[in-house]
């Protein structure tokens, strides 16, 4: 059983950073792909990041050019570099990983961790 298991949530004002992290345990494969999600009150989850076990990232256009998505395939941790930071990006923040596992599909998601942006 794979559990992820985010950290790196809080407080900051506008303009700050926040670096997040997803640490995986359990059997996670080098081929999985890893991504974020963020789900802001009263809207829909939303995809903001992902990186392919390749190492194509891939962004939002609401994140682009302020968010970093990177992986350590070694720790089996992805983490989401977050920049520039404005209040609509106050959201609960899910960390994916998702793939093939034989001839089954994996997705797992973790539990969340909370961004707050505010002055």
């Known amino acids: 059983q794979v559990q992820l298991v985010e950290s790196g949530g809080g407080l900051v004002q506008p303009g700050g950073s926040l670096r997040l992290s997803c640490a995986a345990s359990?059997?996670?494969?080098?081929?999985?792909?890893m991504g974020w999600y963020r789900q802001a009150p009263g809207k829909q989850r939303e995809w903001i990041a992902a990186?392919?076990?390749?190492?194509?990232?891939n962004y939002a256009d609401s994140v682009k050019g302020r968010f970093t998505i990177s992986r350590d395939i070694a720790k089996n941790t992805v983490y989401l570099q977050m920049n520039s930071l404005k209040p609509e990006d106050t959201a609960v923040y899910y960390c994916?990983?998702?793939?093939?596992?034989?001839?089954?599909?994996?997705?797992?998601w973790g539990q969340g961790t909370q961004v707050t942006v505010s002055s």
């Open positions: 994916n990983v998702r793939g093939w596992s034989g001839a089954n599909y994996r997705n797992y």
């Open positions: 359990g059997s996670i494969f080098s081929s999985y792909d």
């Open positions: 990186v392919t076990s390749g190492g194509t990232t």
